[in-house]
């Protein structure tokens, strides 16, 4: 059984840093391109940042730009995103996905359920 487990989401403050992880499981996914996207409340799921297999090519949104870093675990199965100089408008439900594709448009197979990261003003 496929399973996407993120986790470190919680209460914030703008300006601080929270680093979350994703645990992948049930097959190997060190050939996959991780990612993580969010929803905000009475927003549609949004993009936020992609990592190849390799861990050499990374895309970000605008919005995170210069603030968060995607990154993966040596094992490939973890990935991670640090969240630095948080923004109230970071405040969401930020989901980890998986895709088989290598090259961008990524079509995410798979996902998990969330964690929910709320920065105050």
């Known amino acids: 059984q496929v399973q996407l487990v993120e986790s470190g989401g919680g209460l914030a403050q703008a300006g601080g840093s929270l680093k979350l992880s994703c645990a992948a499981s049930?097959?190997?996914?060190?050939?996959?391109?991780m990612g993580w996207f969010r929803q905000s409340p009475g927003k549609e799921r949004e993009f936020v940042a992609t990592i190849s297999w390799s861990g050499d090519n990374t895309y970000y949104a605008d919005s995170v730009k210069g603030r968060f870093i995607i990154s993966r675990g040596n094992a490939k199965n973890t990935v991670y995103l640090q969240m630095n100089s948080l923004k109230p408008e970071d405040t969401a439900v930020y989901y980890c996905a998986a895709s088989m594709d290598s090259d961008p448009p990524y079509d995410m197979n798979y996902w998990g359920k969330g964690t929910l990261v709320t920065v105050s003003s």
């Open positions: 049930g097959r190997t996914f060190s050939s996959y391109t």
